[in-house]
Antibody
Framework: EVQLVQSGAEVKKPGESLKISCKGSGYSFTTYWIGWVRQMPGKGLEWMAIINPRDSDTRYSPSFEGQVTISVDKSITVSYLQWSRLKASDTAIYYC???????????WGQGTMVTVAT | QSALTQPASVSGSPGQSITISCTGTGDDVGSYNLVSWYQQHPGKAPKLMIYDVNHRPSGVSNRFSGSKSGNTASLAISGLQAEDEANYYCNSYTASTTVGWVFGGGTKLTVL
């Protein structure tokens, strides 16, 4: 079965760092790009960034460039999304998704809830 | 990158048909047949319903269909069922500012 399994919920304080993960299985991990999508509480989906697991080529939305970093470890079929200094406004659910040929996101992770609060 | 424009809400009775629009620009919807649609039920991850404007993934009901005209893409749902009640998001490849992808703001479908 093709699936993306994300790491569990996180509760952090402003200014802390965080790295969440997304593990792919059931398919050739380096064949498909992995994208990350934010969903703030009660809001819509926002495309953040995407990475090619084959060569780590990355693209960022202008809204997220410099705010987060995505990476991949193809040896263990995992993609990461990380923050160096969290803000309260980073509170959201973060989804990873597999992208097909520059088009649709066909398989989604279950989401990771990140809460940033004092 | 500005979000694609969708109506905030649409509604219909069981058995009826509805259409959700998704308006972009010549930098995204108007220039690329890379429009996809996602269904999201509360507390769940999004699910792909339509890709490349009008293609249905295996397992998605043929009650769902997609189309595009100019800068506007549309998702049509026929024979509305209670389980269709959800939020729907369009997505398109975009070449504005930097290359990437952009979602619509989402449409809440209520089955009356």
């Amino acid at each position: 079965e093709v699936q993306l399994v994300q790491s569990g919920a996180e509760v952090k304080k402003p200014g802390e760092s965080l790295k969440i993960s997304c593990k792919g299985s059931g398919y050739s991990f380096t064949t498909y790009w992995i994208g990350w999508v934010r969903q703030m509480p009660g809001k819509g989906l926002e495309w953040m960034a995407i990475i090619n697991p084959r060569d780590s080529d990355t693209r960022y939305s202008p809204s997220f460039e410099g705010q987060v970093t995505i990476s991949v470890d193809k040896s263990i079929t995992v993609s990461y999304l990380q923050w160096s200094r969290l803000k309260a406004s980073d509170t959201a659910i973060y989804y990873c998704a597999r992208q097909v040929s520059g088009s649709e996101f066909d398989v989604w992770g279950q989401g990771t809830m990140v809460t940033v609060a004092t | 990158q500005s979000a694609l424009t969708q109506p905030a809400s649409v509604s219909g009775s069981p058995g009826q048909s509805i259409t959700i629009s998704c308006t972009g620009t010549g930098d995204d919807v108007g220039s690329y047949n890379l429009v996809s649609w996602y269904q999201q039920h509360p507390g769940k991850a999004p699910k792909l319903m339509i890709y490349d404007v009008n293609h249905r993934p295996s397992g998605v009901s043929n009650r769902f269909s997609g189309s595009k005209s100019g800068n506007t893409a549309s998702l049509a749902i026929s024979g509305l069922q209670a389980e269709d009640e959800a939020n729907y998001y369009c997505n398109s490849y975009t070449a504005s500012t930097t290359v990437g992808w952009v979602f619509g703001g989402g449409t809440k479908l209520t089955v009356l």
